[in-house]
């Protein structure tokens, strides 16, 4: 691959930036390798949990600006929706996924962090949607997620000023769920991880779908994803084994069945 770098260990499939003398800025292969690979990991039972970070001093710096250059106000909407179509695809995999934040996530690279279910943030690293300063706006559902993320006042203060923040500040306004050193990232990473992988992989995969497409619609229309989310829950194995681990006062063991 040109871009990324992927592997599967002990249950984790890992999605890593690998451009870092550009600091993992993110092009049209990029684009196209990462929708790929995320598929790959997707349809692959051997993975539990995706975790996207990058190699070198950042996770991403954004949409490779050289090549907007040559850009139209055409291909700049095919560009957009491109990486907007990539970033939907990662938010619709029904496996937890995880942007462990090595280093600026900035633009597109906080972007994709946005798409994933949680980021974990190195302490030493700075995040921000800076587009604003090129005369344009984030394009890859930054003005949508940050928005559902962190709330619009919040939001428009950082696509408006375009400023990078510190992860702790991140943490405080609830654009990250964890920060940790970045000496331990790793570690802490895959140890929140490793809790997802107990839990039943369909209750997860039904419960994602309920809380993020539910959100975007009515009340009405949500609580009723909920409902009948919950009852095809009670179709599967894992929900006997939950039950009756819990009355034999034993640990439940869940075979995503
Ligand atoms: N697109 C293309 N190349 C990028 C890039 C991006 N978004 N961000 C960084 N790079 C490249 C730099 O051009 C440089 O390449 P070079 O060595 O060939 O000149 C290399 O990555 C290292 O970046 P540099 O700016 O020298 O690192 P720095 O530590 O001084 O600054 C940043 C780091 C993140 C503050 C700075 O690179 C930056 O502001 N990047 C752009 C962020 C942005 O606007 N993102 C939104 C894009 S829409």
Known sequence: METLETKIENGIGWIILNRPDKLNAINLKMLEE???EAKKFEENSEVKVIIFT???KAFSAGADISQFKELNSIS??????KGRKVMDYIESITKPTIAMINGYALGGGLELALACDF???AAETSLGLPEINLGIYPGFGGTQRLVRTIGKARALELIM??????ASDAERIGLVNKV?????????TIKFASRLMEKSPIALAILKTVVLYG???PLLDGLNMESLGWG???????????VNAFLEKRKAEFKGK
């Open 34 to 36: 990462l929708e790929a």
């Open 54 to 56: 990058g190699n070198g």
């Open 76 to 81: 700049a909407w095919n560009f957009a929706k």
């Open 119 to 121: 980021r974990i943030a």
């Open 161 to 166: 000023t375009g400023d990078k923040i510190s």
């Open 180 to 188: 940790v050193p970045l000496s331990s990232l790793k570690e802490e």
């Open 215 to 217: 959100n975007d619609s």
């Open 232 to 242: 095809v829950a009670f179709s599967t194995e894992d929900e006997k084994e939950g």
